[in-house]
Nanobody
Framework: VQLQASGGGSVQAGESLRLSCVAS????????MGWYRQPPGMQRKLIAR???????YVEDSLKGRFTISRDNAKSTVDLQMNNLESDDTGVYYC???????????WGKGTQVTVSS
């Protein structure tokens, strides 16, 4: 499975960004897709995911601002980020997981920078 993320950039606090990730290859094996975030100098952390059944999970602290959605037909997962804050700055990584060994695949990170 290969993942290609897009949509990062530099914005002002309060603005919005939409990250998109498209999977290719053995997409039929994918169960879960989602996003991790790695702030500067910190570890990568799960912020949102959605299963093949469409049930979303968003980290509690981001609920109300971040929304994850998935299109199984297109093998895409999107992260809509509204009212961005400076603490949202970081590298965002798309992931997909599935198959017998529950292998996890990663896309290249996309940088999000929020200026206050």
């Amino acid at each position: 499975v290969q993942l290609q993320a897009s949509g990062g950039g530099s914005v002002q606090a309060g603005e919005s960004l939409r990250l998109s990730c498209v999977a290719s290859g053995s997409v039929s094996l994918i169960n879960v897709m989602g996003w991790y975030r790695q702030p500067p100098g910190m570890q990568r952390k799960l912020i949102a995911r959605v299963g093949s059944d469409g049930v979303p999970y968003v980290e509690d602290s981001l609920k109300g601002r971040f929304t994850i959605s998935r299109d199984n037909a297109k093998s895409t997962v999107d992260l809509q980020m509204n009212n961005l804050e400076s603490d949202d700055t970081g590298v965002y990584y798309c992931f997909a997981q599935g198959g017998l060994a529950l292998a996890r695949h990663w896309g290249k990170g996309t940088q999000v920078t929020v200026s206050s």
